[in-house]
């Protein structure tokens, strides 16, 4: 299921670093599509997929602290416009995370990751450097 979680951030820079924090140790099942700063970095919007609305509150409210207050809501897919594919199968979110097994160059496991490649972006690690604006 699609989750998205409207953060109200009090303080950006703790946010900022708990944020990547938890990007870092994202567990089995969990997984962020967008997040969405709003310029002044006192807003930001998430669309997450997991198994539940509890499972992506109880990962969040763990590790950002007092940063920023929360509100969490399931997303009507059949209504929604412009959803990512989804990744999981329910046995995905589930299953415990081991050792993988050998799958086909088209079919990638849940929570690969694929770097891409953007000319003058900020290097990685970065969270507070601003995008490269278009001419």
Do not use: K
């Not at 891409?116 to 690690?125: C, L, S």
């Amino acid at each position: 299921m699609f989750v998205v979680v409207q953060h109200r951030v009090s303080d950006p820079a703790a946010f900022q670093t708990l944020g990547a924090q938890a990007l870092a140790e994202l567990p089995a099942g969990l997984r962020v599509h967008q997040s969405l700063p709003g310029v002044g970095s006192t807003s930001c919007v998430c669309v997450w997929e997991a198994e539940s609305v509890e499972a992506v509150r109880d990962f969040l409210e763990a590790r950002l602290g007092g940063a920023s207050v929360n509100e969490y809501f399931a997303v009507d897919a059949a209504a929604a416009i412009g959803l990512p594919p989804a990744t999981f199968t329910m046995e995905q979110v589930v299953r415990p995370r081991g050792p993988r097994s050998p799958q086909p160059a088209d079919r990638r496991a849940p929570l690969d990751v694929v770097v891409v490649e953007i000319p003058d972006a900020p290097p990685p690690g970065r969270v507070d450097a601003p995008l490269p604006q278009p001419e």
